[in-house]
């Protein structure tokens, strides 16, 4: 299966000289944990990082910085990975995994957002796999009794 398939095609963004605290904002208003740091080009929104509600708590909160006085660009994410559309379910997982990352942009064929897969969307995905083939056994057994008789 394809990521495209599976990804969240309503994603928040923010542009990289939006405030944190406009960020924080944006998060709160959407109820979303993270925003795909976008630039415009061709007429398509671009991920070029991304900005989590933790990157927030931990890299200003914490440091008691002005939300208001600092960028996204200042905070963000810019060690992108990000996965295409058509990319492989399994492969994507494989590389959140060597990364470390949760989320991941999906950009289409030309590099504008998509969507985003997040590893709670892969958990679902998934589980529903495991629950398809926890019901072969039952399958093969109903076939069989009714083979018989």
């Known amino acids: 299966m394809n990521i495209g398939e599976i990804c ?3 994603t ?6 939006e405030t944190v605290q406009g960020a924080a904002l944006l998060m709160r208003k959407h109820h979303v944990g993270d ?3 976008v630039d415009q080009a061709d007429g ?3 991920p070029v990082g991304i900005v ?3 990157d927030i708590v931990v890299s200003v ?3 008691g910085l002005d939300p208001a006085g600092l960028q996204v660009d200042d905070i ?3 060690d992108l990975l990000s996965c295409r559309e058509d990319d492989d379910v399994y492969e994507t997982i494989e590389h959140m995994r060597l990364r470390g990352i949760r989320r991941v942009p999906v950009v289409n064929s030309a590099g504008g957002l998509s969507g985003i897969v997040s590893a709670d969307d892969l958990l679902e995905f998934l589980a529903e796999e495991m629950g398809d083939l926890s019901r072969i056994s039952a399958s093969g057994q109903a076939h069989e009794k009714r083979a018989r008789h």
Request: net charge negative.
């Open 52 to 54: 989590t509600d933790r």
């Open 8 to 10: 969240t095609i309503q």
């Open 61 to 63: 909160i914490a440091l």
């Open 12 to 17: 928040v963004t923010c542009v990289r000289d």
């Open 76 to 78: 963000m994410s810019d």
């Open 44 to 46: 398509q929104a671009v």
């Open 35 to 37: 925003l795909i740091v």
